[in-house]
């Protein structure tokens, strides 16, 4: 089925279509809205909207991206809005004060040699590896996603996010040195907390 | 290579992209330094937290959840999906709403209206109205006596 065929069909409410939609890009969907939620009650919710907004507005799909492309843009921009929306429900911000030292303020980024013998598990690395992820700007954190989660090429994530591939270059490369940083410092404070 | 420019060149370390440091500078400063050395160490480990991420998949109950979803989508907009006329059409709709209003307002004019003339041909009829609330004749008798006063 082609994505003019496809997007006919959602339009007529076509069972096969529709059938066709979810069988080849729900999983797709949850598992992206997933990478920026974390959390897979929320991403399966995020996935049905997503499903629900194409069906809404599969007749104003003028064809000028790939079917695939704006799927993607869609489950983007509802899970940034999920975010922006519930940002005391999320799981990373939650434990926010776990890396907050007793007087509140952020534990200093030099690294002391006896915190070195400090053991994270793997559980605590994935809530380290959320929050600093959350915390990157909205465009660096969607470059980063699409590009390490999704595994998708520059040019598809170009179009995903409406910017030239040398802005999905730039802000590649700033994520990637931003959450380094985040990252360096949420261990030097987690390492503090654990002492 | 000091512990800065080690920090910095992690991500790049990560990926094999060596255009700052070489991977000889790099893993010397590793060794002589135990902090990068941790650093670098769990840093690799974080990342291949995104290996693992990746592979969680979605319960296997979601797609059945979400056609279901979609069935009643479809269902609550049959629903309200009234017929949309065509453009050209518009016009004959509209005048014909509007003519089934002033009907409509006419029959219910009448009906009211009808109930108010009923109603005050009875009260003019003061018989009538007498034997319908029982009023025994002696007491009209005195109203009227009352009202000659
Ligand atoms: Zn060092």
């Known amino acids: ?109 030099r690294l002391e040699p006896s915190y070195i013998d400090t053991k994270f598990d793997d559980g605590e690395r994935k809530v380290l590896l959320g929050k600093s992820i959350n915390t990157l700007p909205e465009n660096q954190r969607t470059a980063f996603i699409l590009s390490k989660y999704d595994e998708l090429p520059y040019k598809e994530i170009a179009e995903i996010m409406n910017v030239s591939l040398a802005s999905v270059e730039q802000l590649l490369h700033r994520a990637k040195m931003n959450l380094q940083k985040k990252l360096i410092v949420h261990y030097a404070e987690y390492s503090t907390k654990k002492q | 290579m000091n512990c800065t420019n080690f920090r910095n060149s992690i991500f790049s370390w990560s990926e094999n992209d060596f255009s700052a440091f070489s991977a000889a500078e790099l893993e010397a400063h590793s060794k002589e330094c135990a902090d990068c050395s941790f650093l670098l160490e769990e840093f690799r480990k974080t990342m291949a937290i995104i290996e693992q991420e990746k592979r969680i998949e979605p319960n296997p109950f979601a797609e059945t959840r979400l056609l279901q979803k979609l069935e009643n989508y479809k269902e609550a907009e049959n629903w309200w999906d009234f017929p949309v ?29 009808g109930i108010y003339l009923n109603l005050t041909s009875k009260i003019t009829n003061i018989e009538s109205v007498r034997s319908e609330l029982n009023v025994p004749d002696i007491m009209g008798e005195d109203i009227i006596e009352f009202s000659n006063q």
């Open chain 2, 85 to 113: 006329p065509k453009p050209f059409l518009r016009p004959i709709y509209l005048g014909l709403g509007i003519t089934a209003a002033i009907l409509l307002g006419v029959v219910m004019g009448f009906e009211e209206g």
């Open chain 1, 1 to 109: 089925m082609t994505d003019k065929e496809l997007i006919s069909g959602i339009i007529n409410r076509d069972n096969v279509a529709i059938q066709h939609l979810v069988v080849n890009f729900h999983k797709k969907v949850i598992k992206t809205a997933y990478y920026f939620v974390h959390d897979m009650q929320d991403a399966e919710d995020l996935a049905q909207d997503v499903c629900i907004e194409i069906l809404e507005s599969a007749k104003h799909f003028k064809g000028m991206s790939s079917l695939n492309t704006w799927i993607y843009r869609i489950t983007v921009n509802k899970s940034l809005n999920f975010i922006r929306k519930n940002k005391r429900k999320q799981l990373f911000s939650q434990i926010e004060a776990v890396f907050m030292n007793r007087d509140g303020s952020h534990a200093v980024e």
